[in-house]
């Protein structure tokens, strides 16, 4: 994985260090908090680490056609946007065009919540 400290632009947020993930499936830590990580795989998965308060993971579709799977830990949800919130459930983008995102941070004990989204997600 390559960090690219000249960034990705995503609208509103202005440019932010980003890690190129060309990988099928990563599991976060406390490392990514603050980066873009962009998916160039054409289905990725990302486990998401359990939550912790005040982090803030942001993920990217860097391909088309792309579906990017984010999945919390069997303990905690992930909270807004109308998602149900519901433990161990994943949230789906679904063949999203390059650029869109969503970022998440850490809320509580038991969920992730959404700071910002760019396309459709949605709950499997």
Same mark, same amino acid.
């Not at 980003?18 to 990580?37: C, F, M, Q, R």
């Not at 869109?100 to 997600?121: E, F, H, L, P, R």
């Given at each position: 994985?390559?960090? /690219?400290?000249?960034? #990705?632009?995503?609208?509103? *947020?202005? $440019?932010?260090?980003?890690?190129?993930?060309?990988?099928?499936?990563?599991?976060? /830590?406390?490392?990514?908090?603050?980066?873009?990580?962009? *998916?160039?795989?054409?289905?990725?998965?990302?486990?998401?680490? &359990?939550?912790?308060?005040?982090?803030?993971?942001?993920?990217? #579709?860097?391909?088309?056609?792309? %579906?990017?799977?984010?999945?919390?830990?069997?303990? /905690?949800?992930?909270?807004?946007?109308?998602?149900?919130? %519901?433990?161990?459930? /994943?949230?789906?983008?679904?063949?999203?065009?390059?650029?869109? $995102?969503?970022?998440?941070?850490?809320?509580? &004990?038991?969920?992730?919540?959404?700071?910002?989204?760019?396309? &459709?997600?949605?709950?499997?």
């Amino acid at each position: 994985m390559a960090i /690219d400290a000249t960034g #990705v632009n995503l609208s509103g *947020f202005g $440019y932010r260090t980003k890690e190129d993930i060309t990988a099928s499936t990563l599991t976060t /830590d406390i490392n990514d908090s603050g980066k873009v990580l962009n *998916f160039t795989h054409a289905t990725p998965t990302v486990t998401v680490h &359990a939550v912790a308060a005040g982090e803030n993971l942001t993920f990217r #579709v860097g391909a088309n056609p792309q %579906t990017l799977t984010i999945s919390p830990q069997a303990a /905690d949800g992930i909270k807004g946007l109308d998602l149900a919130g %519901t433990d161990n459930v /994943d949230v789906v983008f679904t063949n999203q065009p390059i650029g869109s $995102y969503i970022t998440i941070q850490g809320g509580n &004990a038991d969920a992730w919540i959404v700071t910002a989204c760019k396309g &459709a997600v949605t709950n499997v």
